[in-house]
């Protein structure tokens, strides 16, 4: 089965009839955006794994709730967030900047998610999102459920701390 060619119409129509395999497989043609996107948060390889599953339950028992079927992917993506978010909320504050196996799923010599880790959460998201996995603006606006013009200042003054970051290093 072409996961990827699937399109949402039908994706939705056979997830909403039963079918946890097609999501299963659409999952997974997508890991490695989703991991990224979880890997930004939460810096755990077993917490990324629950949160992966966790989504993918909360989207197969609530995918009656998605409005627009073109959205399925934004959609997904903002139960993730929420799913990444709440995992962190649960960790009761514990410092991201021990030694958490920062290395064993990605390569960062330049020490990207430690200092990416560093600027305002706010920021973070909207940074992660465009330069990390590449979604466009647009599309971030929907995934977090904010204006356009919102998510332009955020990644503008996420970048900014950024740099400033980097210009103390």
Not at 18 to 37: C, S
Not at 82 to 106: A, P, T, V, W
Not at 128 to 144: P, R
Request: aromatic share 12%; proline share 1%.
């Amino acid at each position: 089965m072409d996961i990827i060619k699937l399109d949402n119409k039908i994706l939705v129509k056979k997830v909403k009839s039963g079918d946890l395999e097609v999501l299963v497989y659409w999952i997974m043609e997508r890991k490695d955006k989703f991991y990224k996107i979880a890997w930004s948060y939460v810096y755990k390889h077993q917490d990324i794994e629950d949160i992966l599953q966790n989504t993918m339950i909360k989207a197969y028992e609530k995918i009656n709730t998605l409005k627009n079927i073109k959205l399925f992917e934004t959609w997904f993506i903002s139960i993730l967030i929420n799913e990444c978010r709440q995992c962190l909320k649960s960790r009761k504050k514990e410092l991201l900047h021990e030694d958490m196996g920062i290395y064993y799923y990605h390569v960062d010599e330049y020490n990207f998610f430690q200092e990416i880790n560093s600027i305002d959460e706010i920021f973070r998201e909207s940074v992660v999102l465009k330069y990390v996995v590449g979604y466009s603006q647009e599309e971030i606006s929907q995934i977090l459920d904010i204006p356009i013009g919102t998510v332009k200042s955020r990644i503008y003054r996420g970048l900014r701390e950024l740099r400033s970051l980097l210009k103390e290093v």
